[in-house]
């Protein structure tokens, strides 16, 4: 698969090494040239320099034959914007956009935006280890 990945944080760089290991075609997309370190010298996919929800940048990290995007920057617009010009513009078909508000979250899955929340997630998973209960995946996401 062809898949474009908008921030090259913690998240990002270790979902662009783990899905290129995989086999994936991977382009990362940061606005800072420093973030692409992260990435170390194994990486062989390509990295764009610039602002994710330029349509130019989104167009030179091969954004119209991508066939997934993933938006994990550590801004909740940053990633809802990208991920609908992503969706909307280029039709890419499967956009996965990370928001930390779990508000938002709800808000933007009900908009048809594939959403992941860390809030969510990370404390399901932290009230699964006080109270020793396991959380089903949809209860994760959905925060309950």
């Not at 610039?50 to 550590?74: M, P, Q, S, Y």
């Not at 908009?111 to 959380?135: C, F, H, R, Y």
């Amino acid at each position: 698969m062809n898949i474009v990945i908008l921030g090259c944080g913690r998240v990002g760089a270790t979902l662009a090494l783990q899905l290129e290991e995989a086999g994936n075609s991977i382009t990362v997309i940061d606005s800072r040239n420093d973030a692409f370190v992260r990435l170390g010298n194994k990486f062989r996919g390509d990295k764009v320099l610039g602002n994710g929800v330029d349509e130019e940048v989104l167009r030179r990290a091969g954004i119209e034959k991508a066939d997934a995007f993933a938006a994990v920057t550590n801004g909740d617009n940053r990633n809802i914007m990208a991920s609908q010009i992503a969706k909307e513009i280029f039709n890419v078909k499967k956009v996965v956009c990370r928001i930390y508000d779990p508000l938002r979250e709800t808000t933007f899955k009900e908009l048809g935006l594939e959403t992941i929340s860390p809030t969510i997630l990370i404390s399901n998973l932290v009230a699964d280890a006080i109270t020793g209960k396991q959380q089903t995946a949809s209860t994760q996401q959905q925060g309950k």
